[in-house]
């Protein structure tokens, strides 16, 4: 409750200091050279996004969802793009519900923060937005069309194109790629663990690293008290000071290290030796860099 | 408002927040599960209700599930007796369904009811008519990649995702589409799911002789509730399955978004309606599923529980009668019963430009209510009324197209 009251407050924050900015600003979308825009849909918030996207919308609100803006181009060739413009609190929320349904097997270009092109279809983030664009047609001229206002958009709404920074600590050897994810609530289904970012490894098996960023050294280690209440006894075995290991009954197998106001943590990793490489690399980066 | 209604506003948050945290703290996975995670015997039989005449036969709390990334919660889901599991095309990109298809894998495909939703897709012809064949073509299309993404031949109830017109639910090309999908073996049965007009929707459901479920937005707070639950008494009585959504009513009293309501209570009231089948509360982590799962076993709603939902309710609801009791105390002359309909409008029914264009109609000033120290009309509902003109007067400023 908590999160969503911080969430609530920030989404505020956003929509009133934007409103100076839209004033000066003729949208957020730009012209093109060859398109006409129209925008008769009505701006969404979180009150109504179930109206547009149904279900779909609870996701949306956890990861501080603003607004959705809505456009349509139409060009000479009677070709309609739809453009979605979902606004987030942050670039984290953004990144994080973009993630949410982004599939690694995906058509992957270079636009914004990340995208994918795929048939009639390129979804991708900047900043704190993350765009939707989609067509009805088909054809070669589709994915030009689509790209360039794509493009456009990226240019025209000015936002930072970096992934979120935490993602820096994350050792590069062996990570899968388009796996990170930034979870904003209920990581791994349990209440309490909030703001997690992962990314998928595969050595002789696949595992996953993850960083919690619980804002405080205190509320990192609540945290931790929490998650050890939360797991039988039997099931925990201490490895170090701050570091357990952990037989989850729901996830699997589990190393978890408090260092500062971060919870570092692997799951299913194939055994001790990649388990104490990968995280000494993660908590001498966070050291380095994020202390 | 005065120093008493400021602290009775503290207590009552307060009171429902530490109700709340103690809701969850009973229902802690910890001390609700064994070892290995599975579900401590609970003495009381699981309460099961016929979903209509389609045969399958339901608890009375069911799984919204809304995220890819934790199927563990959907295999303790299935250990606590869950057996409906609902999902939709548009989910997460299709991540949603393929996480079920992935952990269904494992379990007995007549063990489980899974529904999935397919939004119809609407395109104009060259006349300006609606495209029949193009939402035929996408919505079977849509329907495969579901099956695929699933795992699945079939799906048990197959939804047309969010209907809120009686035409649309009657429109024959989704009528023909649905009964084709049911015939080709690819849905056991099918029906609409609606969050919007609902007693409208239902009553189309009803006539058109073909859908067997609605899947209907339904709870303690909407200002036509009464409607709705005799809508769903009567599709119930013709057969038609009914499976409740939305029953937290987006899991706060008031639109700050700082009063929380009791979410189990607020299950409970829409169970106590027996025309109900089923909900399907959306659960993110454990301690929500746990909380949600026990009242399967025990639908017995607490005194606390039902004074929390009366919360609401104190603080005035939206609904203005309408009986002017305010208008004689107002030295403005103010026409407080419309600016009250405008907040209904904002607030309740999501039409701020309906809100703003009423405002626009009744011709008084931005700040209606200054120079006035206090506000000497009373409401017959308790409404806070300067406050929600206050509230509601900023609407007058928004730019038009900045309103939805």
């Given at each position: 409750m908590r999160y969503q009251s911080i969430c609530g407050s920030v989404i505020f924050l956003v929509v009133l200091l934007s409103v100076p900015a839209l004033y000066g600003q003729e949208s957020f979308f730009p012209q093109l050279p060859g398109w006409k825009i129209t925008q008769d849909d009505p701006v969404y918030n979180a009150n109504n996004l179930w109206d547009v996207i149904d279900g779909a919308a609870d996701l949306y609100l956890e990861y501080c969802f603003v607004d959705l803006h809505i456009a349509r181009y139409f060009n000479m060739d009677s070709m309609e793009v739809k453009a979605e413009l979902y606004r987030h609190a942050s670039s984290e929320d953004a990144f994080g519900m973009y993630a949410q349904e982004r599939d690694t097997g995906y058509n992957f270009i270079p636009i914004g923060v990340q995208g994918y092109l795929q048939q009639g279809v390129l979804n991708f983030i900047t900043g704190s937005y993350y765009i939707k664009l989609s067509t009805f047609q088909t054809g070669v001229k589709t994915n030009d069309a689509l790209l360039a206002i794509g493009k456009k958009l990226v240019e025209h709404l000015k936002q930072k194109n970096t992934?979120?920074?935490?993602?820096?600590?994350?050792?590069?050897?062996?990570k899968l790629p388009h796996t990170e994810q930034y979870v904003?609530?209920?990581?791994?289904?349990?209440?309490?663990?909030?703001?997690a970012y992962t990314a998928a490894y595969k050595d002789s098996s696949a595992f996953k690293i993850f960083v919690i960023d619980a804002a405080e050294q205190e509320k990192a280690k609540s945290i931790l008290v929490d998650y050890l209440k939360a797991i039988?006894?039997?099931?925990v075995t201490r490895l170090d000071t701050e570091k357990y290991q952990i037989q989850d009954p729901h996830i699997g197998v589990m190393v978890l290290q408090e260092f500062d106001r971060y919870i570092c943590g692997m799951i299913n990793y194939p055994n001790g030796k990649i388990r104490d490489e990968y995280l000494k690399k993660v908590i001498t980066s966070l050291s380095r860099n994020f202390k | 408002m005065g120093i008493n209604e400021l602290d009775r506003r503290k207590f009552l948050r307060t009171s429902v927040l530490g109700s709340a945290s103690a809701l969850l703290a009973s229902a802690s996975f910890a001390r609700s599960r064994d070892a290995d995670g599975n579900k401590k015997t609970d003495d009381k039989p699981m309460i099961r209700r016929k979903l209509g005449k389609t045969g399958i036969e339901l608890p009375i709390v069911s799984f919204g599930v809304m995220r890819a990334d934790s199927p563990a919660l959907v295999q303790t889901a299935i250990k606590d007796g869950i057996v409906l599991f609902d999902t939709a095309h548009g989910y997460q990109g299709g991540k949603n369904e393929e996480m079920l298809g992935e952990v269904f894998k494992?379990?007995?495909?007549?063990?489980f009811v899974v529904a999935t939703k397919v939004p119809p897709e609407i395109k104009k012809d060259a006349a300006g008519a609606f495209d029949g064949s193009f939402t035929t073509k996408t919505f079977l299309e849509n329907l495969d990649i579901s099956l695929k993404r699933l795992n699945?031949?079939?799906?048990?109830i197959l939804y047309v995702h969010g209907l809120s017109a009686r035409d649309a639910v009657l429109w024959p090309v989704l009528l023909d589409v649905v009964t084709k999908a049911k015939k080709m073996g690819k849905a056991r049965h099918v029906g609409v799911s609606t969050h919007k007009n609902e007693p409208e929707v239902i009553q189309a459901v009803i006539d058109?002789?073909?859908?067997?479920v609605v899947l209907t937005s339904v709870n303690f707070?909407?200002?036509?509730y009464p409607a709705v639950k005799e809508a769903i008494a009567k599709a119930a009585k013709a057969g038609i399955g009914i499976v409740a959504m939305k029953?937290?009513?987006?899991?706060?009293?008031d639109k700050e978004r700082n009063l929380p309501i009791n979410c189990k209570a607020a299950l409970k009231f829409v169970l106590q309606?027996?025309?109900?089948t089923t909900a399907i509360p959306g659960n993110t982590n454990f301690d929500q599923l746990a909380m949600n799962a026990s009242i399967n076993r025990d639908l017995t709603m607490t005194a606390q529980e039902e004074a929390d939902l009366l919360v609401g309710k104190s603080e005035g609801?939206?609904?203005?009668?309408?009986?002017?009791?305010?208008?004689?105390?107002?030295p403005k002359g103010l026409p407080i019963p419309e600016i009250m309909r405008a907040y209904m409008y904002a607030y309740?029914?999501?039409e701020s430009r309906q809100a703003q264009e009423l405002l626009a109609s009744?011709?008084?000033?931005?700040?209606?209510?200054?120079?006035?120290?206090?506000?000497?009309a009373k409401c017959a509902k308790n409404f806070a009324i300067p406050e929600r003109i206050q509230d509601v007067m900023r609407l007058t400023a928004v730019p038009e197209e900045f309103i939805s």
């Open positions: 992934m979120p920074r935490l993602f820096q600590v994350f050792p590069k050897e062996r904003a609530r209920n990581f791994l289904g349990y209440s309490f663990l909030n703001a039988p006894k039997e099931a | 494992a379990y007995p495909r007549d063990s699945m031949d079939y799906v048990d058109s002789g073909v859908y067997e707070k909407q200002d036509h029953t937290m009513a987006g899991g706060f009293h309606d027996e025309n109900i609801g939206l609904y203005c009668q309408g009986c002017e009791h305010c208008v004689p105390n107002c309740g029914y999501r009744l011709n008084i000033p931005n700040n209606p209510c200054a120079g006035c120290p206090s506000c000497s």
